[in-house]
């Protein structure tokens, strides 16, 4: 065995804030500026939270739960400045259920929005029937978003170990997008899968797609890889059969932004050809998405509403022009991969074999039991 790359302990697994809130603001990592630039941005509002999510300065499905939570309390405490003697709980509640519908309308397909913010209504409703003081609600409601960033990092933990087992030392893994520390609050979850391979001393290559046309891939997950000194290989989207077709990838593992009840998936767009690439070339295609991630209530992925983002972020290249004026744009941000391409969907609880209809709903058992 050669010796492993073992990411540094201040590595951006370990190290770097996606997102942190420091009791006053919401700090994020710009991913809009990534690779050239590390700027943070402090957003003071949930307004700012809301428009940080729209712009993808925030991106990724459990991270943008965790911007949105916080997003909340932000509102909370605008509600309690504003309202200043004469503020209340139920007063409370009613402001957050307007911040809520705002944060709920920036990205409709990732799931992890809507749990975060539900779980967070819940919470303020439950509290609200006792005898707290506003101030006291509100600062449960911040212990509640801490907790939901602390249990993210926890659970891609949990998974990437469960997802390293799959893997082997040796292994080329193409993923896609990004679904790594800086789509979560940490560490990730299909590159969690790899990070914990690594760090159990298995040697792994990744393929990444560019993933046109945002380019998480080639800018924040190649980013994310070479920081932590694993071998990134970027290759444009339609290069992926071609690298497959060449004996040069052993195992697709993506992230998911919402799993059906069904098992069908919904990630970024180009998940799905790549699902058929892998089967054509017998080769597994993980998905690797916590318990948030999955959604009982739709029940196949014909429910999942797909986002379509705006024309220019597919006719231009930074501020540059590709196509011609006057011609239609189609940019869904997402697609659906059927839950029959799917070889196994790794969790925090295990990996997850087909059928996955009942696996799914014992997941989200177990951890709506662990939650309390
Ligand atoms: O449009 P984005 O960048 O928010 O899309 C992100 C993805 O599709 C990720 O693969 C998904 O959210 C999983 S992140 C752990």
Redesign the pocket.
């Known amino acids: 065995m050669s010796s492993p790359r073992v990411p540094p302990a201040n590595s951006l697994a370990a190290g770097v804030k996606t997102l942190e809130f420091t009791g006053e603001v919401l700090r994020l990592l710009d991913q809009t500026k990534l690779p050239v630039a590390e700027v943070y941005l402090d957003c003071r509002t949930s307004a700012e939270v809301a428009l940080a999510i729209t712009e993808?300065k925030v991106?990724?499905?459990?991270a943008?739960g965790v911007a949105a939570a916080y997003g909340l309390v932000l509102g909370g405490q605008a509600y309690l400045a504003m309202a200043g003697r004469d503020a209340s709980c139920v007063g409370l509640l009613h402001h957050l259920e307007q911040v809520a519908a705002s944060l709920l309308a920036t990205r409709p397909t990732?799931v992890n929005l809507g749990w975060a913010v539900k779980r967070m209504l819940r919470t303020t409703r439950r509290l609200c029937t006792g005898d707290q003081t506003p101030a006291d609600l509100l600062g449960a409601l911040r212990s509640e978003a801490e907790a939901m960033q602390r249990d993210d990092v926890a659970m891609n933990k949990r998974l990437g170990d469960h997802g390293a087992a799959l893997l082997h030392h040796g292994d080329t893994v193409l993923t896609h997008?990004?679904?790594g520390a800086l789509?979560?609050a940490g560490y990730?979850?299909?590159l969690g899968v790899i990070r914990s391979a690594v760090a159990a001393g298995k040697q792994i290559t990744v393929f990444v797609d560019e993933t046109r046309p945002?380019l998480?891939g080639a800018r924040l997950t190649a980013w994310e890889l070479h920081k932590d000194h694993i071998p990134v290989t970027v290759i444009a989207d339609n290069m992926a059969g071609y690298v497959m077709q060449q004996g040069r990838i052993s195992a697709v593992i993506?992230?998911?932004?919402r799993i059906a009840a069904n098992g069908d998936v919904a990630?970024?767009i180009g998940t799905y050809s790549l699902a058929l690439l892998a089967r054509a070339h017998g080769l597994p295609f993980y998905v690797a998405a916590p318990s948030s991630t999955v959604d009982l209530d739709t029940p196949n992925g014909e429910a999942i509403p797909i986002e379509e983002r705006p024309p220019h972020e597919l006719s231009h290249l930074a501020g540059q022009r590709l196509a011609p004026e006057g011609i239609t744009i189609v940019n869904p941000?997402?697609d659906v991969t059927p839950a029959a391409y799917v070889t196994a969907i790794i969790t925090e609880a295990g990996v997850l074999r087909p059928p996955y209809e009942e696996a799914l709903r014992g997941l989200v058992a177990g951890a709506a039991r662990r939650a309390g």
Do not use: E, L, S
């Open positions: 993808m991106r990724g499905a459990p943008i990732a997008c990004n679904a789509a979560t990730g979850t299909a945002y998480q993506v992230g998911a932004d990630n970024k941000a997402f």
